[in-house]
């Protein structure tokens, strides 16, 4: 069974930078469409970033020209690079990958907060 491990979360001061790593072993990363949904205490789980298997993307407003998704197919690692962090983008960061063919494959998440 396909396993995302994500990496690369903590604390960070605002207008910090910080970059999550989301990894899977099996062979089906580079056919995937992948992204990053986060969830934030209270609130709904909101799309942060999508990348297709040819590398286009597109983010949702609140994070547009701060974050940036890219995909290593060689390494079969997707990333998320998070600059000029604010406070409300604390939450916990979740990756996923579409498969051609199944269900969705979700992360285990990882705890992003950004506090002074």
């Known amino acids: 069974q396909v396993k995302l491990v994500e990496s690369g979360g903590g604390l960070v001061q605002p207008g910090g930078s910080m970059r999550l790593s989301c990894t899977t072993s099996?062979?089906?990363?580079?056919?995937?469409?992948m992204g990053w949904y986060r969830q934030a205490p209270g609130k709904q789980r909101e799309l942060v970033a999508h990348?297709?298997?040819?590398?286009?993307?597109n983010y949702a407003d609140s994070v547009k020209g701060r974050f940036t998704c890219s995909r290593d197919n060689a390494r079969n690692t997707m990333y998320l690079q998070m600059n000029s962090l604010k406070p409300e983008d604390t939450a916990v960061y979740y990756c996923?990958?579409?498969?051609?063919?199944?269900?969705?494959?979700w992360g285990q998440g990882t705890q992003v907060t950004v506090s002074s």
């Open positions: 990348i297709t298997r040819t590398g286009s993307t």
């Open positions: 996923y990958l579409d498969p051609t063919s199944g269900s969705r494959i």
């Open positions: 099996g062979e089906i990363f580079s056919s995937a469409d």
